[in-house]
């Protein structure tokens, strides 16, 4: 009898997941439920807690989070595939996110770029719904909001806050779609991971670079963006024409940006060195065609650089990203 209402469960969590910007304000049959304060049996009050509560096999399983802010760092390790919905009125945008999950540790103190993470994605087949993580550090250390080590991921309508370094898509096959992604210094980075970004706001905080792409050698990892837009974050400041897509972090960088709409005032040049006496672009490949908007005017790409021509860019797409499998494990509805 578990076995069939489980197997119930996931039929209804794909008919959930299927209708794209309807509200998702109650758990699918079957979730786990997370909500602040509760004292209800068998709800948790942490996301930590729920997760911890699962078995470590390979079932699916999947987690609802009630409205609220939670104070917590989360470490997910189980091996069957996992699903983490977010309360919300609009599956479509991350705008109308309620769940928010929170910590402010900095990688100064906590050992590591991964340590610090508010949330720390350690498995493969994982999704995530509508959920906001933020590391509310601030400046003065790396302070990560996911720090990502998992294949066949999935982030869909969900918003990453941080200042330096927001976002570690560190290893693995992973996507990023119609989500939020805030910070100032590097805070697109990692350095094995394999990942496609599609239909996201990209806010800038601060003066410094979007991505910073660790990748050390000629293998098949790269970054590619398609369909996300730039602007300047709230309460933004030192952005003026000191902003770049990206600066290479590892000797082999590889950044492809398609069809952005750079509504921030970055600078001319686009992509920037790594530092002064430490330049790292012999062996990079930064890349971008189709930009458009007032940040994109008069613009002046360096020599390591390359403008796309339009046969070039079509080359460059999620299955390029993420592998041709990506129709297995990626949920089209968010696809752009």
Not at 35 to 63: C, W
Not at 209 to 238: K, L, P
Request: with cysteine.
């Amino acid at each position: 009898m578990a076995y069939s209402l489980f197997t119930f469960a996931l039929l209804f969590v794909s008919a959930f997941q299927a209708v794209l910007g309807a509200s998702r304000t109650s758990p699918p049959s079957g979730a786990v439920i997370v909500r602040a304060g509760t004292s209800t049996s068998g709800e948790f009050k942490t996301v930590a807690s729920a997760v911890a509560s699962l078995p470590n096999d390979s079932s699916s399983r999947v987690i609802f989070i009630y409205p609220g802010t939670y104070n917590e760092q989360v470490y997910i390790t189980r091996t069957g595939p996992l699903t983490i919905f977010g309360y919300t009125t609009d599956t479509s945008t991350y705008s109308q996110n309620q769940v928010i999950i929170q910590a402010g540790i900095p990688a100064s103190t906590a050992g590591s770029n991964d340590a610090s993470g508010t949330l720390r994605i350690h498995k493969n087949d994982f999704k995530m719904y509508n959920v906001n993580v933020k590391n509310t550090f601030g400046i003065g250390s790396q302070a990560i909001a996911i720090s990502q080590y998992g294949s066949r991921v999935g982030l869909y309508a969900c918003g990453f806050y941080g200042y330096q370094d927001t976002l570690y898509a560190n290893q693995g096959t992973q996507v990023y779609l119609k989500g939020y992604i805030e910070g100032a210094t590097d805070f697109i980075f990692g350095r094995q991971g394999l990942a496609y970004f599609g239909g996201n706001t990209i806010a800038v905080k601060a003066n410094g670079w979007i991505t910073a792409s660790g990748r050390e050698s000629n293998d098949s990892g790269s970054y590619v963006f398609n369909q996300n837009t730039i602007v300047t974050a709230s309460g933004a400041s030192n952005v003026n024409g000191n902003v770049y897509l990206g600066r290479p972090w590892g000797a082999f960088a590889k950044v492809i940006f398609k069809n952005t709409v750079i509504n921030a005032p970055l600078n001319k040049a686009l992509w920037s060195i790594w530092n002064t006496g430490d330049e790292r672009t012999s062996n990079v490949f930064f890349a971008d065609y189709g930009t458009t908007g007032s940040g994109a005017s008069g613009v002046s790409r360096p020599s390591f650089a390359t403008l796309l021509t339009s046969s070039q860019a079509n080359s460059y797409t999620i299955a390029s990203a993420v592998g041709s499998d990506y129709a297995s494990w990626v949920d089209s509805a968010y696809l752009v």
